[in-house]
């Protein structure tokens, strides 16, 4: 099994910056899709970036795209969210996410819908927490 842990979130004011960082234990992921998930409250969970193992290929939703870059590092088995020019409607928790497959592209990935959560995506983790506020 595979273990996630988010961590980098926390209070930041419009226009500001952070790094989410998630670090995966239990296997090498260097051959899967990694990448991102927000829920914010009252609202689905949604995929946010996502990134592919070798070819570079990148995907982020329209909503953090030109202001979000999401990067990975294989020799520590971890993904990373660059946040900037952040807005009150970033706010959510934010969770990492690792496509169980290594065939699996970064639209399939990031638009995974919920009810298969389980068959294609590894476990949640607990996910951390950003909060954009003046």
């Known amino acids: 099994q595979v273990q996630l842990a988010e961590s980098g979130g926390g209070l930041v004011q419009p226009g500001g910056s952070l790094r989410l960082s998630c670090v995966a234990s239990?296997?090498?992921?260097?051959?899967?899709?990694l990448g991102w998930f927000r829920q914010a409250p009252g609202k689905e969970r949604e995929g946010v970036s996502c990134?592919?193992?070798?070819?570079?290929?990148?995907y982020y939703s329209d909503s953090v795209k030109g202001r979000f870059t999401v990067s990975r590092d294989n020799a520590k088995n971890t993904v990373y969210l660059q946040m900037n020019s952040l807005t009150p409607e970033d706010t959510a928790v934010y969770y990492c996410?690792?496509?169980?497959?290594?065939?699996?592209?970064?639209?399939?990935?990031?638009?995974?819908?919920?009810?298969?959560?389980?068959?294609?995506?590894?476990?949640w983790g607990q996910g951390t927490p950003v909060t954009v506020s003046s």
């Open positions: 239990g296997r090498t992921l260097d051959n899967n899709v």
């Open positions: 990134i592919s193992s070798s070819e570079g290929k990148t």
């Open positions: 996410t690792a496509a169980r497959r290594e065939t699996t592209t970064v639209q399939a990935v990031c638009n995974m819908p919920p009810q298969l959560y389980k068959k294609y995506l590894e476990d």
